[in-house]
């Protein structure tokens, strides 16, 4: 049932796509239905792969750099309070000024390559990662500190067998979102400025009206993000193997 779900879904969801398109009489140029759709990705599939290439590489770099330095933002300020007293309203801040409005800011300073755009995505992942993981370690069970403490536990034994443990559920939720918002950053980025991508090659096929085409490469693009997803997802409960698994993909 597991593995049929998702196929029931995507049929029921791809049944009520053709049933739109066929009794709103809605013109092909501005929703073509799932055929026109699957004919474009296989039409332009030797287009789309290297673009697709491109935005899933700026996408799992922005992950992987955006995991680490919001998780090493978050311990300098679980150990460092006085850190944490300056840092987060930066955080806050950085979180308060849109994207869209970074967007020409990075691709300036960075250039048109990838370092904009994992830029980015580094951005918008930043902060779920590093607030998910601080207010976990903050929650930690305060009696088994204490136990720790009367047993002359060392600080780092405590951090690393307590605290961060004690962390690893809420990290594992800003992990989830930071995956599912990555994708974001990194097609805003191409939209702005960039020579390869799928969201560059959605703005180029906009440009030429060819609506099929963006519907191809915007599948494409969910196609992936749910796939990524699935794959944080499945590891996120592999390292949190006592957790119950029910809220699972």
Request: charged share 10%; aromatic share 10%; proline share 6%.
């Amino acid at each position: 049932m597991r593995i049929l779900r998702p196929v029931i879904l995507a049929a029921g969801l791809l049944l009520l796509w053709q049933l739109v398109v066929v009794l709103s009489g809605v013109p092909k140029f501005i929703l073509p239905g799932p055929i026109p759709v699957a004919r474009a990705v296989v039409t332009h599939w030797s287009s789309l792969q290297g673009h697709l290439l491109t935005t899933f590489s700026e996408i799992v770099l922005g992950l992987i750099i955006g995991t680490v330095l919001g998780s090493i933002c978050a311990l300098t300020m679980f150990l460092q309070p006085l850190v944490k007293r300056w840092l987060l309203p930066v955080l806050v801040v950085s979180q308060a000024i849109p994207v869209f409005a970074l967007a020409p800011l990075l691709v300036l300073w960075l250039g048109y390559g990838m370092a904009s755009k994992v830029a980015m995505a580094v951005l918008i992942i930043f902060f779920p990662v590093t607030s998910s993981l601080y207010y976990g370690m903050q929650r930690t069970n305060r009696e088994l500190l204490e136990l720790a403490r009367i047993m002359g536990a060392r600080p780092l034994a405590v951090l690393r067998w307590i605290v961060i443990p004690s962390a690893l559920p809420a990290f594992g939720s800003g992990l989830r979102v930071a995956t599912a918002v990555a994708p974001i950053g990194a097609v805003v980025g191409e939209w702005v400025g960039s020579s390869s991508g799928l969201g560059y090659y959605m703005l180029h096929a906009n440009a030429r009206m060819q609506v099929d085409v963006m519907f191809a490469a915007l599948l494409i693009l969910a196609l992936v993000s749910l796939g990524l997803y699935f794959i944080v997802d499945k590891f996120v409960v592999y390292i949190l193997f006592w957790e119950k698994t029910d809220g699972s993909v």
